[in-house]
């Protein structure tokens, strides 16, 4: 290796790792991380939760713990490095994928630093949202090993990587099983889009040889097969396609909505889409049809829901870059590379100052917990965001983050009871709540207020504690 290329190879080192400290600072609690964490502690001593445990409406049902790895190793974590373990499993997650991104284009990062540059502000700006201790966040990581694999044969004959993929596919299905489909998912696409020889204009296909054909059909049926060893089996093959089917969670549940261009930071996706076309169309070399079915497939799912822009991303990250011509190193290369990377770091030593110890509080403060267990309701009604919060401080809830749990038995209720929507009244007296937990800028909260049923026992910031009279 030439030594300027050494030296350069340094900065972009030390640039993505300053990168991930900086992304690590901006970690943000859920509401969905309390339940994670408190299920990860019970199976850590009981094992593998399959019924619920911490509802009162639905305890004793069957759950789908799709989850349940990320839970146990999240709680494994916790008890390492305590407080600090949502900021290691971010560090862990931003670092690996980027690893795994920029790894194999190492070499292209060389090839115009102000294209690679401009490609990884795409990634802090499209990763933004989901810097939390989710299991999503590891589960990207399984998503780029199977699209390098994938994409290490398409070009290399003889590539073994592939094999390690329905491994993958299994670790997947324990650790996030309703995205571990698309193991298999991207075999069957590279297996249909290298199946055709053309070329149209700038448009160009080319057929796979029969030994890549038989390696990626075996590989994807190995993957299925794969996603059937879990604590669930059979179950969490169809997982994915049975809750992609409730229309009700989806659509009322923020990270399934569409992308809009209603919505201002939606343009970030957009601008995203629009930077990849102009590579493909731009660039000297004709577009590959493979690449092509690649960016039509994500840019799709981006479009459907918010929660797969990440997916556009990672995918075209193993794509793009050879797609970008060669360009000479620009003076101050090196002194605008180090200056991001001060940037970076200074930040986030600055917001790590601000911000630790962590804070393990979104809506519920410690008052209204305390009110709360010492009342000790037996049937409480909770607003669906308080859910993980309740459960962590071991209080039975009538909802939670789990939708894809509720979704049979009473999500459609809360859902028209919050609202005040359809026949409220008889889902009041069908589950006989002796405590509400609401949010006062909801209609339900506007019901209880003006009804002398109801007793209000605690009102703090935007959240009202009401007690049902004897």
Request: aromatic share 22%; net charge positive.
């Amino acid at each position: 290796m030439k030594k300027s290329n050494r030296k350069l190879s340094y900065l972009w080192i030390v640039l993505i790792l300053g990168l991930v400290v900086f992304m690590t600072s901006l970690f943000r609690v859920d509401p969905d991380y309390f339940w994670h964490i408190k299920a990860g502690e019970y199976m850590i001593h009981h094992g593998v939760l399959k019924k619920d445990i911490f509802s009162w409406f639905v305890a004793g049902k069957y759950w789908m713990s799709h989850e349940w790895l990320f839970e146990v190793f999240l709680a494994f974590l916790k008890n390492i490095f305590h407080s600090f373990h949502p900021l290691v499993y971010c560090f862990l997650g931003m670092g690996g994928l980027l690893f795994l991104l920029f790894y194999p284009n190492r070499e292209s990062l060389d090839k115009n630093i102000p294209y690679s540059l401009i490609y990884l502000l795409f990634f802090f700006l499209l990763f933004l949202g989901f810097i939390q201790a989710r299991p999503h966040l590891i589960s990207f990581s399984f998503l780029a090993l199977t699209i390098w694999f994938c994409y290490d044969l398409y070009q290399k004959e003889d590539s073994k990587k592939i094999y390690f993929l329905p491994f993958i596919a299994m670790l997947w299905a324990n650790y996030h099983g309703g995205s571990s489909n698309l193991s298999y998912l991207f075999c069957f696409l590279f297996l249909i889009g290298g199946s055709f020889s053309f070329q149209f204009k700038k448009m160009e296909a080319k057929k796979m040889s029969k030994k890549k054909q038989k390696k990626f059909f075996l590989i994807m049926i190995l993957c299925m097969i794969a996603i059937c060893i879990n604590v669930h089996g059979f179950k969490m093959f169809l997982y994915p396609y049975q809750n992609m089917a409730d229309t009700t969670m989806i659509q009322n549940i923020s990270e399934w909505q569409s992308t809009s261009l209603n919505e201002w930071y939606h343009y970030v996706y957009y601008a995203f889409l629009l930077f990849m076309i102009f590579t493909l169309l731009l660039s000297d070399r004709k577009i590959q049809f493979m690449d092509f079915i690649l960016l039509g497939v994500t840019t799709y799912l981006g479009l459907k829901s918010i929660r797969f822009w990440p997916y556009t991303y990672i995918v075209m990250s193993y794509v793009i870059f050879s797609y970008v011509s060669k360009r000479k190193v620009d003076v101050g290369t090196d002194f605008s590379m180090i200056l991001l990377s001060f940037l970076a770091f200074g930040v986030a030593g600055y917001r790590f100052y601000q911000n630790i110890p962590i804070s393990y509080e979104l809506d519920l403060k410690p008052s209204i917990i305390q009110q709360i267990k010492e009342e000790q309701p037996k049937r409480l009604f909770n607003m669906y965001g308080y859910g993980g919060e309740l459960i962590y401080h071991d209080i039975p809830v009538f909802i939670d983050g789990r939708a894809d749990l509720y979704g049979k038995y009473n999500y459609k209720d809360y859902l028209n009871l919050s609202m005040l929507q359809g026949d409220y009244v008889s889902i009041i007296d069908k589950y006989n709540f002796d405590y509400y937990l609401v949010d006062e800028d909801y209609p339900i909260a506007y019901y209880l207020k003006y009804h002398d049923e109801f007793e209000e026992i605690y009102h703090g910031s935007n959240i009202v504690f009401y007690k049902k009279n004897s």
